[in-house]
């Protein structure tokens, strides 16, 4: 099965830093790659995904590049606001297999003015 | 836009007690999830459906069943609640087949305490 290692947070950041939240995996087959966003007293929401090798999500500012040869897939955004706070979750999907997506632990994100 | 529906937000009961978390779906999705979300540990697979009334086990199925009788509702049933239960759980559902890479849609979480 599949399984992810997500950098530890929290990330603390003043407005207009840059971020980037390490994901690494580990994956049998060929997974799609995902970062979910969960705000503050919400559920998980899709950020971005990618589905093939050198593919680029985006979204928001936000962008992740699906490195097959370093099985990374990490989140960049090149200024972040305070409305940015949040927690990222980084999520491989195990396409080929059970097409169930395993979930990091988190990184929480906290954006100061 | 999906909507992901948790019947509670908030919910206090006492150990040993029959716990049901409901959740409903209105956009016409084959699967169903229930997840629970630990500080440190993220987010942990209960139970899935693929369908109406399948199931498959989790990571972490022990103390918890599920039922699905209609394909708009998935429940999650705690037999004995304990305080080891105590958590935030979530429910998610996601168009399409067993096989899809469609993204997930999420509720906005059940935070239950066990007492």
């Known amino acids: 099965g599949n399984s992810v290692t997500q950098m530890e947070g929290p990330v603390t950041l003043s407005e207009e830093a840059f971020l980037t939240i390490n994901c690494t995996y580990t994956?049998?087959?060929?997974?799609?790659l995902f970062w979910y966003v969960q705000y503050p007293g919400e559920g998980l929401q899709l950020l971005l995904k990618a589905t093939k090798a050198d593919d680029k999500g985006s979204n928001k500012g936000f962008e992740a590049t699906y490195r097959k040869e370093t099985t990374s897939f990490h989140l960049e955004k090149g200024s972040v606001q305070v409305s940015d706070s949040a927690v990222y979750f980084c999520?491989?999907?195990?396409?080929?297999?059970?097409?169930?997506?395993?979930f990091g632990r988190g990184t929480s994100l906290i954006v100061h003015p | 836009d999906v909507k992901v529906t948790q019947s509670s937000r908030y919910l206090v009961k006492r150990t040993g007690e029959k716990v049901f978390l409901e959740c409903v779906q209105d956009m016409d999705h084959e699967n169903m999830f229930w997840y629970r979300q630990d500080p440190g540990l993220g987010l942990r697979l209960i139970y899935f459906s693929y369908d109406v009334k399948m199931k498959e086990k989790g990571d972490i199925p022990e103390g918890y069943s599920v039922s699905r009788e209609k394909k708009e509702r998935f429940s999650l049933i705690l037999e004995s609640a304990s305080t080891n239960q105590t958590s935030m759980y979530l429910c998610a559902s996601r168009s399409g087949t067993v096989a899809t890479n469609e993204k997930l849609f999420f509720g906005s979480g059940t935070q239950l305490s066990v007492l």
């Open positions: 994956a049998t087959g060929y997974p799609s």
């Open positions: 999520a491989p999907l195990d396409s080929g297999g059970s097409y169930i997506p395993t």
